[in-house]
């Protein structure tokens, strides 16, 4: 019951406009994610889970993972027509790689301030993490197909957001964890 009631009531109001309203901030993720965490806990069953743990038993995404699945998902369809690209996001086709998405481009000179707040926009962000999915994924030729390959390849990533308490690896994104494991070799 706890379970429906998060999903039904709470996680929508969390996720809502999340491609482009997603935070990048250790503190702002922490804080977003702990009221899952805090749901989950509750759940009958779950009290003496780690919350990695707790997720992995109920088939949850961190709310980050979501937060990036959703945005993944909305460059699909303003690449496939299906949403406006009031961002002016350009696609490429790359014969080995198969779709790409321009990433925009900053002026070398700007400031700090400014290239921290370009490099987690909207339009650079989604581009990078649409350019980390394979060729099969990036060329599906329907929503549902599309959701379907994307879930399946982002279950190959572990899902260990930033929570207070709890040691990470890293920050938890998909850009993350596609440079660890290319790195290491083993996707």
Not at 35 to 43: A, G, K, S, V
Not at 51 to 74: A, F, G, H, N
Request: charged share 25%; proline share 4%; with cysteine.
């Amino acid at each position: 019951l706890m379970l429906t009631l998060y999903k039904s009531l709470v996680r929508c109001k969390l996720e809502y406009c999340s491609p482009l309203w997603n935070p990048y901030k250790i503190g702002d993720i922490q804080t977003l994610e702990n009221i899952q965490r805090f749901f989950t806990r509750r759940i009958q069953g779950m009290e003496n889970l780690d919350y990695w743990e707790r997720m992995k038993k109920l088939r949850l995404m961190s709310l980050q993972r979501r937060r990036e699945r959703y945005t993944i998902i909305q460059l699909w369809k303003i690449n496939n027509g299906v949403a406006p690209n009031s961002t002016g996001t350009r696609f490429y086709h790359h014969e080995r790689l198969g779709i790409k998405a321009e990433v925009p481009s900053l002026y070398s000179g700007a400031q700090k301030s400014i290239s921290n707040k370009y490099f987690n926009s909207f339009g650079v962000r989604a581009a990078r993490l649409w350019n980390t999915l394979p060729r099969e994924v990036n060329t599906a030729e329907t929503l549902d197909m599309f959701k379907v390959l994307l879930g399946r390849w982002l279950d190959q990533y572990p899902d260990n957001p930033p929570v207070k308490g709890y040691r990470t690896q890293n920050g938890n994104s998909i850009l993350d964890w596609v440079l660890v494991i290319r790195v290491k070799g083993d996707v």
